[in-house]
């Protein structure tokens, strides 16, 4: 295997991936900047030095032996090891971290702490986006993602972070105009904000029912928690919140908790980076300091914690 190994050279494989990959000895001339004559003879020499046909020639297409197949998905994967590794190699000490992130936990988690990170590596600059979005972190300009789910997503791997559960916040002020909220039941005659279907969840896990929930629909729903709390704060209303990224807020007195009920939505929140820049120096930097941050958050005690 070895003396086949060192006869065949990487150009041929190269070529022989591209043309497997897409299906096409043209297109993959394209996408290697070469003539598809050439690719045309790179392939027929790798079939000679392995004396197995790796394409079936058809009038207007080419498609894969069941040879071919076998060839195409180990040169494939070893193609992709080969282009992390040099990207990695490559990446210079003043390189950039890209991170999109859900707004709300970008806003009210993570900015605060991003400092201490630039602070710890002062080479390397960040770049972090907002949005609901999931990015497809195999084919974007992004390093590594914050988003809620159930941390199972092909191609990519994940540590928990944190639950994802909701309570219902407001201002002291509004709390008394409410008589106190001594029963979940009372809040069925507040202003509520956000959005009805986790409202629902909340009341369910409350023990309200259905039937009772009918007349509460929410009056307000913003784009994100971040600014749906603004308006409770404001005076608004009551909002939905996930506690620990407002507990600035309700320490301060700014809000409060009337109840001790939280409802569950997903699995939680994640990092999630692909599993084969696993080993890139500014993720892994990134994922041990968010990962310690996670641990060291007071705020999040209450909540419980779990390996991921």
Not at 85 to 103: F, M
Not at 149 to 160: A, D, E, K, R
Not at 192 to 210: Q, T, Y
Request: some cysteine; overall charge negative; hydrophobic content about 45%.
């Amino acid at each position: 295997m070895a003396d086949i190994l060192a006869s065949i050279p990487l150009n041929a494989l190269r070529v022989f991936e591209a043309a497997a990959r897409l299906k096409s000895f043209t297109r993959a001339a394209e996408e290697l900047g070469i003539t598809q004559a050439a690719v045309s003879w790179q392939v027929k020499a790798l079939e000679r030095r392995l004396d197995q046909a790796l394409f079936l020639r058809l009038p207007r297409e080419v498609a894969l032996t069941s040879s071919g197949e076998r060839l195409s998905n180990a040169a494939t994967q070893a193609m992709t090891i080969l282009r992390t590794a040099l990207t990695d190699l490559s990446e210079t000490d003043e390189g950039v971290l890209a991170i999109t992130s859900l707004t709300t936990v970008a806003n009210q988690w993570l900015a605060p702490r991003i400092g201490s990170f630039q602070l710890q590596h002062p080479q390397i600059a960040v770049r972090l986006d907002t949005s609901s979005r999931v990015v497809d972190l195999a084919r974007e300009n992004v390093d590594v993602a914050l988003r809620s789910g159930s941390g199972n997503w092909p191609g990519l791997q994940s540590h928990y972070l944190f639950p994802n559960i909701h309570t219902p916040v407001c201002t002291p002020a509004m709390r008394e105009r409410l008589g106190g909220l001594a029963r979940p039941e009372d809040l069925l005659n507040a202003s509520l904000i956000g959005v009805p279907e986790e409202w629902e969840v909340w009341f369910a896990a409350a023990g309200v029912g259905a039937r009772q929930q009918s007349s509460a629909l929410p009056r307000l729903t913003g784009d994100s928690q971040t600014l749906e709390v603004a308006s409770a704060i404001g005076g608004q209303g009551v909002a939905l919140a996930c506690p620990f990224f407002f507990a600035s807020d309700i320490a301060a007195g700014r809000l409060v908790t009337p109840f001790e009920i939280y409802a569950h939505y997903d699995d939680g929140y994640w990092l999630a980076y692909p599993a084969d820049r696993a080993r890139a120096p500014k993720i892994r930097a990134f994922r041990d300091w968010l990962l310690t941050c996670v641990a060291e958050d007071p705020a999040l005690s209450p909540y419980g914690r779990r390996e991921s």
